[in-house]
Nanobody, 115 residues
Framework: QVQLVESGGGLVQAGGSLRLSCAAS????????MRWYRQAPAKERELVAS????????AYADSVKGRFTISRDNAKATVYLQMNSLKPEDTAVYYC????????WGQGIQVTVSS
């Protein structure tokens, strides 16, 4: 079955960096677009970044453009989110996502940015 396991979250000061990883299994990773979402307290889940399959095309929410970078390693079946210049408003639970006829989500990982 599809499994998505996030790692790399934690507490960081404003201006710092973190790299999230999402290890995928149970499907042909290289054929699936991958996404990172986040959900802050009392807010709706929002799409942060996405990366396509073979050409690796990326897209970002306006709020993270120029600060976050999504990438993938098809050999390791892993997608990454490099987060630089973090702000307190980046504090949220971050989720890895993919989909076919169904949506698949990781368990989520907390990122907390202190001011």
């Amino acid at each position: 079955q599809v499994q998505l396991v996030e790692s790399g979250g934690g507490l960081v000061q404003a201006g710092g960096s973190l790299r999230l990883s999402c290890a995928a299994s149970g499907f042909r990773f290289r054929l699936y677009a991958m996404r990172w979402y986040r959900q802050a307290p009392a807010k709706e889940r929002e799409l942060v970044a996405s990366i396509s399959t073979l050409d690796g095309r990326t897209a970002y929410a306006d709020s993270v453009k120029g600060r976050f970078t999504i990438s993938r390693d098809n050999a390791k079946a892993t997608v990454y989110l490099q987060m630089n210049s973090l702000k307190p408003e980046d504090t949220a639970v971050y989720y890895c996502n993919t989909r076919d006829s169904m949506e698949y989500w990781g368990q989520g990982i907390q990122v907390t940015v202190s001011s």
